[in-house]
């Protein structure tokens, strides 16, 4: 028996931008045409792939030992998302010590290794050591993976790295 597929994979658009090369297939039915989602008889697929992990690969096939199985993957990232409350001290200028703060924290998340842990307690070390902070309120400040709840420690994969998405830097105002 031939099994003769009612459908067809049409390239519709192909991108390349930077090392990552983008393609939108469309799948176009021949019988029983429904899409329910857009009411015609396409389905649109994107795919993204980096040329830079497929040309390494390809370099590795080249020259690995027969029988060497050598798979090269794409490290993948983990962003976080962190709040804090901070009480400036007054001798500093607080636009001065803010930068000084998104600074530190950036330059500390960045040089973070793959498949590493973040505490919320070095984080707090971290930032009670930044010139011009009084203090923190260690009991508000979260720590998060985006559009996840607030954790204590994340822990990740060796494989994932982690990015600073948001940071939000609340000033504490006492009276």
Known sequence: MIYIPDFELIKNNESIFGNSQSTIYRLHWFNNPIDLINGNVYLYINTKKNLLIQELQSGIETIKCLTADVLIKEAVECPIEIIIDVKYDDNYNIDDTRNNIN?????????????????????????????????????????????????????????????????????????
């Open 103 to 175: 600074y530190v924290i950036s330059n500390y998340i960045n040089t973070l290794t793959l498949g590493t842990t973040l505490k919320l307690s070095d984080l707090i070390i971290v930032i009670q050591n930044i010139e011009g902070v009084s203090y923190i309120d260690s009991s508000t400040i979260e720590l998060r993976k985006i559009y996840n709840d607030a954790v204590k420690i994340i822990k990740l994969h060796s494989y994932e790295y982690f990015t600073l998405r948001n940071l939000v830097i609340n000033e504490i105002i006492e009276n």
